[in-house]
């Protein structure tokens, strides 16, 4: 869907979590609130991906989606960050979805393969 100077299309996590530009940074501007999910909203994320996770172990042999909310992503032409050299995205929505998922996958990651 191309509309003007923005565009917009779903992506599935990996893509956003991997971005296919390669190195990748997302920023939150100082706009946006400071991070403040609660305990609720924090399992009720996990349920949502407990349960997607369940739906396609039952259902391998098709693909299943699981809606895990919006994220608005913008690209910026320069980094705000003098030494970074690649790619940097602002959050426009969905940062405390993105930072709640980014701490659960980095506490997964330092859990199983630290």
């Known amino acids: 869907m191309n ?9 599935p996590a990996e893509n956003v979590l991997q ?3 390669g ?22 994320l996990i349920e949502d991906v407990y349960h997607g996770l369940i739906n396609h172990s039952l259902t391998s042999t098709q693909p299943t989606v699981t809606f895990l909310g919006t994220l608005i992503l913008v690209a910026e032409n320069q980094s705000k960050e ?4 690649g790619h940097s995205l602002s959050i ?3 940062q405390q979805r993105l930072t709640t998922l980014t701490l659960l996958l980095s506490r997964i990651d330092a859990y199983c393969f630290r």
């Open 92 to 94: 426009v929505d969905g």
């Open 19 to 21: 971005h296919q530009l």
């Open 82 to 85: 003098r030494d970074f050299r």
């Open 3 to 11: 509309q003007g100077p923005f565009s917009a299309e779903p992506l």
């Open 23 to 44: 190195s990748v940074g997302y920023r939150v501007p100082q706009y946006q609130r400071d991070y403040r999910w609660s305990r609720v909203n924090v399992e009720r």
